[in-house]
């Protein structure tokens, strides 16, 4: 086992993969995976995050670089003596099995006696909430059960290592939602180590405890969730995770961490330089909705602009209003349902603003 934080218990090293020789699909990846770490691949479909998984796995193999399991390589070992377990998100069940007889299954090939996998099972079974079920088919469960039995049979022979394929991607919203949190208590009970892939941010930062950010097959920022959400160090990750406002300018003055963007329309905004060029280079500013001000008091606010309301969407706790303002006419404000500003009208004028440390310069973007 990794004894300590130096000590990656999964470890990619300037890998890279190509399936036709010339464009790659992962590029010069370096990755550090902590032993019981809950770590998740992020990313836009064609990122390269899932043949990531697979060359951990071993169902892909990597073009150049090194792939290292416990301190040792792992290129060149097969999928099945890698002793790790997986989950897909089409379940990959059994259908002429029962239940217990697809937990069995792995630990069959390994060998086990009776009275090892009838305990092994049972005590699965119970971790996911279905020692009832073990006698029925895959097909005589609901998706969320079925998915439950995946789970399942991947922790079943207690492997070191878990990675998982999209597990959620098939259930229902409300489904998914609660499986997040079982996947998420299952591993702090257990304190394997979960290797996850999806293309969902709140999945990545409801389950996580680093997520990386993928595009294009590079690393854009790898980072808690918080982190990731709070201070994006990029224009893909800011608009990536979670809703986000961005105005257009350029660099007029730069104050160690600050500086001043003149907007395209002619207006100056104090923002935290973060991804910056020179003075006189363009910039995006990155702006959550949440942390926008609705008619803020006098002084309050170092940047303050009008903005024409164009639609209020009431959604329970906050009302959701789309402002024009600044030339962008899709500018997001969240308002508390509770707050004294819940008065908006369509198509009237309101004052809105927001601390310079809310807005993040950050590299250009179109």
């Known amino acids: 086992m990794a004894e300590n934080k130096n000590d990656a218990y999964v470890r990619f090293a300037n890998v890279q993969k190509s399936y036709d020789g010339e464009i790659l699909v992962v590029k010069n990846f370096n990755l550090d995976v902590q032993s019981g770490e809950f770590l998740t691949m992020l990313g836009p479909s064609g990122s390269g995050k899932t043949t990531c998984l697979m060359m951990l796995a071993g169902f892909e193999t990597a073009t150049s670089g090194e792939i290292s399991l416990d301190g040792e390589p792992i290129n060149n070992v097969p999928p099945w003596k ?22 069995a299954y792995p630990l069959i090939v390994r060998k086990m006696s009776k009275s090892e996998i009838d305990q092994r099972v049972k ?48 259930l229902d919203k409300q489904l998914r939602e609660q499986m997040q949190y079982e996947i998420k208590h299952i591993h702090e009970n257990l304190g394997v180590t979960v290797v996850y892939v999806t293309h969902d941010q709140s999945e990545a930062l409801t389950m996580s405890n680093r997520v990386c950010v993928f595009d ?81 008091e006098a002084g309050s606010c170092p940047n303050v602009v009008k903005a024409e309301v164009r639609e209020l969407i009431y959604l329970g706790d906050h009302i959701r209003a789309r402002l024009a303002l600044c030339g962008q006419e899709e500018f997001i404000v969240k308002v508390p349902n509770s707050s004294t500003h819940s008065h908006l ?3 009237e004028t309101t004052t809105v603003g927001w601390q310079s440390s809310d807005c993040r310069a950050l590299d250009h973007q179109p």
């Open 82 to 103: 890698r002793e790790i377990g997986m989950v897909f998100q089409n379940y990959a069940l059994f259908p002429h099995l029962s239940v217990f007889e697809n937990l």
């Open 123 to 170: 005590k699965a079974l119970d971790m996911v909430q279905l020692g009832a079920f073990g006698g029925r088919r895959p097909g005589q469960l609901s998706g969320g059960q079925q998915q439950r039995v995946a789970v399942a049979r991947a922790l079943v022979f207690e492997p070191k290592l878990v990675l998982m394929d999209e597990p959620l991607g098939a």
């Open 216 to 296: 294009d097959g590079v690393v854009q920022q790898l980072a808690a969730p918080a982190e990731l959400y709070e201070k994006p160090v990029n224009s893909f990750v800011a608009q990536f995770i979670g809703e986000n406002n961005t105005l257009h300018g350029d660099i007029v003055s730069v104050d160690g961490e600050n500086c001043d963007v003149k907007l395209d329309t002619g207006e100056v905004m104090q923002a935290l330089a973060v991804n910056i060029g020179d003075v006189g280079s363009k910039t995006t500013l990155s702006l959550r909705p949440e942390r926008v001000t609705v008619d803020p």
């Open 345 to 347: 009208v369509e198509g």
